[in-house]
């Protein structure tokens, strides 16, 4: 069990260095085939992002952490010499968390079949970051 367990830490942690590796220049020459290279000027750089989410919730200790993907895209405008303006918007990106147990219903039915199921709990957000630098 104790094998298992650090297997599965291994996992996840190789996962974690493989997506936490950004290579901005192959989203620019997709993008790039996509629209051409009218998007992106001297002042302003256009890309996708993408990566892993590992989201949970506090406060419940019976939840487990869920894994998602996350995918979306940027612009950078230069401002100035070393001034710039980023905006993104990850499209497609959940978090939530797993493993918690189910809670009655007061309906004899589905609580029967419920009764050994485990919950998993699932939001959709779009995230909007914004930075000035």
């Given amino acids: 069990m104790y094998l298992l367990v650090m297997a599965n830490k291994l996992k ?6 493989l997506f936490s590796i950004s290579i901005p220049a192959k989203a620019q020459i997709i993008i790039g085939l996509l629209f051409g ?3 992106n000027t001297e002042k302003i750089e256009f ?8 989201s949970s919730f506090n406060g419940y200790n019976d939840s487990e952490a869920l894994n998602n ?3 979306g895209f940027y612009f950078h405008i230069k401002l100035r010499e070393y001034s710039f303006f980023s905006m993104g918007v990850l ?3 959940n978090v939530g968390a797993t493993g918690m147990p189910t809670y009655l219903l007061n ?4 609580d029967e079949v419920f009764k050994y199921g485990v919950l998993t709990t699932k939001v959709n957000y779009f995230y909007v970051p914004i930075k000035i630098t």
């Fill in 12 to 17: 996840v942690f190789l996962l974690l260095i």
């Fill in 37 to 39: 290279e009218a998007l």
């Fill in 47 to 54: 890309g996708l992002t993408g990566g892993l989410n590992r």
């Fill in 69 to 71: 993907f996350n995918l």
């Fill in 91 to 93: 499209v497609r990106s």
């Fill in 107 to 110: 309906d004899p039915g589905f």
